[in-house]
């Protein structure tokens, strides 16, 4: 599978989860670019074109959010209800990606709008499977409205 000139947003403040991730879209031939937003302010800054990122193209926004909840400065929740409550941002498929294990933390992810919410693995194989499963629907098989 070859995905290539869109952005995914990856928002994770845990650096050895970020180079996961890229090894595992690496391994996956997932060739979109990949954004990465360290903590929940910093996701916003990036989407909005605001504080750091006032110089980024506000009609490039990312096909796909990979949003971990437990964030610093701003939890995933807090991003994800933001991102709803935006009409720039409100149909941007986000998948929320945590190790999360909590019924509470699924339930609330659902009912502020995420798409999907996928519990990372913590077998290397296993993530880079979910990475492939995540990729090929969200980036080839799903038809977005925007």
Aim: charged share 25%; hydrophobic share 40%; proline share 5%.
């Amino acid at each position: 599978m070859v995905v290539r000139n869109e952005i995914i947003l990856l928002v994770e403040d845990n650096p050895d989860d970020v180079e996961l991730t890229r090894r595992a879209l690496q391994k996956n031939k997932i060739a979109n670019h990949l954004d990465v937003a360290g903590d929940g302010a910093e996701a916003l800054d990036y989407l909005f074109c605001q504080g750091a990122y006032a110089d980024r193209d506000p009609h490039n926004l990312p096909k796909l959010i990979l949003l971990d909840l437990k964030l610093p400065k701003l939890g995933g929740l807090q991003v994800l209800k933001r991102l709803r409550a935006d009409e720039r941002t409100k149909l941007i498929p986000v998948v929320i990606l945590t190790s999360s294990r909590e019924e509470h933390d699924l339930i609330s992810s659902y009912k502020s709008g995420a798409n999907s919410y996928v519990r990372k693995p913590v077998d290397f194989n296993k993530f880079v499977e979910a990475v492939h499963n995540i990729g090929l629907y969200w980036l080839l098989i799903n038809e977005p409205p925007v």
